[in-house]
């Protein structure tokens, strides 16, 4: 097991709590999920930190004391350019011990899913045809499958991951699901000035089987942008799609009984300030407040693609190829005039191959994948694919409260805080199952393990910021994401976690966790804003979301790689409907925006 002896003295583990001792095996578990290199890179970390046990004592640190293995990391906590290196490793560690420490509540029993037709890639044969092939089966891919059966064509979806029931859901831990619903077992990243955090769902029904629910309509002002400034005429209509989107999933306002107390305090701390705050409008009617929407709905109430769209597309005689892998877009080069789209080539799990042949190939992969197929099929020249990368960078702050809160019962998103919307800032009371918010407790040892101990006591909330488009996807085999945090948007994160301080205080909070090492804990708006005074982005823990606009869709071919349309330029025959094509940064959670905006391109392109 992954060094017992660092997990022991990271919880300050005495022998006395049964679930302490399973937290290593759990460890294990997790890391084998995790990409090669993040798994050495934890191993030898802890390694690391045995080590330096071993300088200081002459033993490893499973063989010490409580006692002196609490003395070896006081130790090394005096050292502050270790600290952040520390709370890195803490992350998988907290993971493991919260799932083996705090069992989610019960769930109703789940509802059946809607069925699908869902056929293994290992049981598709070597060639086949149909009229046209969708690449992944997340928000995009799915409204593009569903609009083209409806209207009588022969689709076929292929998707990366597999299909994953409520069922599935109901019967296994959060972090069980966690690492199969994610790419990389959620360790994607963007590397940068501060690095990011970048989670993206893998599975049949995308990052919508692992997004929180909540369902924004595109501003506004955003959709003049994109008309205006890009020349992305389909936004001029995007409002009769984004009404029929709501409609398809039955969004809805959150009741007040299901928001859990996290979301109330929120309520109650904006109304103080008087701010705007309200309950956010989910596409999760009848949810039981179980707090997992990030790894699964286990009651079936969120209404993730798998559930509320590609039915349909099956219904109408779509079918969905699960563990499927698509290398490359096959393309006819013999006909005079543009090349054309001519199926796809697709790899099993085993790394054998087929094909599927059709003259329409609509590339729903995502953000971070469309770039790397298109270079793969030598239909990735256009010197912007891959750049104009929004990210939504984010950051969290928890409150502490003299009662308990058990933010992980009740909604997972549940309240909205538009105050600062203006200014690019869009705060949410966001809590988590146990262990998996991007928010890190402070501490190492004895310390950590009180704040474990606390844990139900703090209230969560996170903010994401409407960034300038800072990254770029780069790699053909495998996507590598860069992203530069613009010094804007860095200020605007400073912002965000002084009104978040200011909305806890405001709602009764005795103090604030600020998640910056070094300076832990604020106890008034006026200790906190010092603190923040002092510090870069580099130092705070951040996290990103929704990645958008690497494949961008305008009136400029020199500046947009896909036309107004949503035509790939250079090709006929290849549609992108996924957030890839998306021209900046949606400022809002943006699953309404992305599928709205692929059904415009489909019904663009029928007509």
């Not at 890179?41 to 004592?57: I, K, N, S």
């Not at 890195?88 to 560690?93: E, G, N, R, S």
């Given at each position: 097991m992954t060094a017992e002896g660092f997990v022991s003295a990271l919880i300050a583990d005495t022998g006395n709590d049964p679930w302490a001792a399973r937290v290593?095996?759990?460890?294990?578990?997790?890391?084998?999920?995790?990409?090669?290199?993040?798994?050495?890179?934890?191993?030898?970390?802890?390694?690391?930190?045995?080590?330096?046990?071993?300088?200081?004592?002459?033993?490893?640190?499973?063989?010490?004391?409580?006692?002196d293995r609490e003395a070896v990391l006081t130790s090394l906590a005096g050292r502050p350019r270790l600290v952040?290196?520390?709370?890195?490793?803490?992350?998988?560690?907290?993971?493991?011990?919260?799932?083996e420490r705090t069992a989610p509540a019960p769930s109703p029993v789940p509802r059946l899913d809607p069925p699908l037709t869902c056929v293994p890639a290992g049981e598709t044969p070597a060639r086949s045809t149909a009229d046209a092939v969708v690449i992944g089966s997340g928000a995009g891919g799915a409204i593009a499958a569903r609009v083209l059966a409806r209207a009588g064509a022969d689709v076929v979806v292929l998707e990366e991951g597999e299909h994953h029931s409520t069922a599935s859901f109901h019967r296994r831990t959060p972090l069980e699901r966690f690492t199969d619903l994610y790419r990389d077992g959620g360790a994607t990243a963007a590397l940068g000035n501060p690095p990011l955090l970048l989670p993206v769902g893998r599975a049949v029904g995308g990052t919508t089987v692992v997004n929180s629910g909540t369902c924004y309509r595109t501003p506004p002002h955003v959709l003049a942008r994109w008309s205006s400034r890009f020349g992305f005429g389909l936004a001029d209509g995007l409002d009769a799609h984004l009404d029929a989107t709501e409609s398809l999933l039955?969004?809805?306002?959150?009741?007040?009984?299901?928001?859990?107390?996290?979301?109330?305090?929120?309520?109650?701390?904006?109304?103080?300030l008087g701010w705007r705050a309200g309950p956010l409008r989910r596409n999760a009617p009848g949810c039981a407040g179980s707090c997992q929407c990030v790894v699964g709905c286990p009651t079936g109430a969120k209404q993730s693609v798998q559930v509320s769209v590609l039915p349909d597309a099956c219904a109408a005689g779509a079918r969905i190829v699960t563990g499927a892998r698509v290398r490359r877009i096959l393309v006819d080069h013999d006909r005079p005039g543009v090349p054309r789209a001519a199926g796809v080539h697709v790899l099993r799990a085993d790394g054998s191959a087929f094909e599927i042949l059709a003259p329409l190939v609509v590339t729903a992969a995502g953000a971070l994948e469309t770039p790397p197929l298109l270079r793969r099929s030598g239909l990735g020249a256009h010197p912007r694919l891959g750049g104009n990368l929004s990210v939504h960078p984010a950051t969290s702050l928890a409150g502490r409260f003299s009662e308990p809160v058990t933010s992980w019962r009740g909604v997972l998103q549940s309240v909205g805080v538009e105050e600062l919307h203006e200014r690019g800032v869009l705060i949410e009371a966001t809590a988590s199952p146990p262990g998996m918010s991007s928010f890190i407790l402070p501490g190492l040892g004895?310390?950590?393990?009180?704040?474990?101990?606390?844990?139900?006591h703090l209230a969560v909330l996170g903010a994401m910021i409407a960034d300038r488009p800072s990254g770029r996807v780069s790699g053909r085999n495998r996507a590598l994401v860069r992203y530069a945090l613009d010094p804007a948007d860095g200020r605007r994160l400073h912002i965000a976690l002084g009104a978040m301080g200011r909305l806890l205080f405001a709602a009764g909070a005795q103090e604030v966790l600020t998640g910056v090492s070094g300076a832990p804990y604020a106890r008034t708006p006026d200790e906190l804003d010092a603190i923040l005074a002092g510090i870069t982005p580099r130092q705070l823990h951040l996290s990103a979301f929704h990645p958008t606009g690497t494949a961008a869709a305008g009136a400029d071919p020199d500046r947009a790689p896909v036309d107004p349309h949503g035509r790939l330029r250079g090709v006929t025959g290849?549609?992108?409907?996924?957030?890839?094509?998306?021209?900046?940064c949606p400022e809002v959670n943006p699953q309404l925006s992305i599928m709205a905006t692929a059904s415009a391109i489909i019904e663009a392109n029928l007509s």
């Open positions: 290593p095996h759990r460890l294990d578990t997790l890391l084998a999920a995790l990409p090669r290199p993040v798994r050495a890179a934890v191993r030898t970390g802890a390694a690391a930190v045995d080590a330096y046990g071993v300088l200081r004592t002459g033993r490893r640190l499973a063989s010490l004391s409580p006692e952040p290196l520390l709370d890195l490793l803490k992350v998988p560690v907290l993971l493991a011990a919260a799932t039955r969004v809805r306002t959150q009741p007040l009984d299901v928001l859990g107390t996290n979301g109330l305090l929120a309520l109650a701390g904006a109304e103080r004895r310390s950590l393990r009180r704040e474990l101990d606390g844990a139900d290849v549609l992108i409907t996924d957030a890839s094509v998306l021209p900046s």
